[in-house]
């Protein structure tokens, strides 16, 4: 039988609470056997941003991924799709957030970083896990991971 709390809960989250859907690619550059994490203001991650009007996931993540970092030439591997979902706060109210993250190969090392990030790196599968700070992110990454050395 469901706890009648936590029912009322989740029907607070879907009525009541901001939602945010996002769309993000896991870059992996073959050469190098690197993954490439990007540094926000207080932790380091994979490109993600907003699904804009008239965007699917899969669109939304190719913008993010040439807005945040220049790289527009790569290989979307088909094969991989994984979400992850969390709460924030903003202005003082929780949102609840999606992301949807696809996996990317590029030969690009070079990266132009958007002003939103501090800086970028291509790190090892190891030091990428040790870097990434949320434990669904570091999840992402090891499924992409396995992808990698398993395709």
């Known amino acids: 039988m469901i706890d009648r709390f936590l029912f009322l ?34 932790h380091r991650g994979f490109v993600k941003g907003h699904i804009e009007a008239g965007e699917d996931e ?10 945040e970092t220049g790289i527009d030439k790569f290989k979307f591997i088909k094969g991989f799709k994984e979400k992850i979902n969390y709460f924030y706060k903003k202005d003082g109210n929780s949102v609840y957030k999606e992301v949807v ?15 939103e990030h501090k800086s970028y790196k291509w790190c090892d ?27």
Request: net charge positive.
């Open 9 to 42: 809960d989740f029907l607070s989250v879907l009525f009541f609470m901001s939602k945010e859907l996002c769309a993000g690619m896991i870059v992996y550059n073959p050469k190098l056997r690197k993954f490439l994490l990007l540094e926000y203001s207080s």
């Open 101 to 115: 993250f696809f996996l990317a190969f590029t030969d690009d090392e070079d990266v132009k970083i958007s002003e």
């Open 125 to 151: 599968y190891e030091e990428a896990y040790k870097l990434v700070k949320f434990k669904n992110a570091r999840e992402v990454l090891r499924k992409a991971n396995e992808y990698v050395k398993n395709n």
């Open 58 to 67: 899969e669109k939304a993540a190719k913008r993010e991924l040439k807005e």
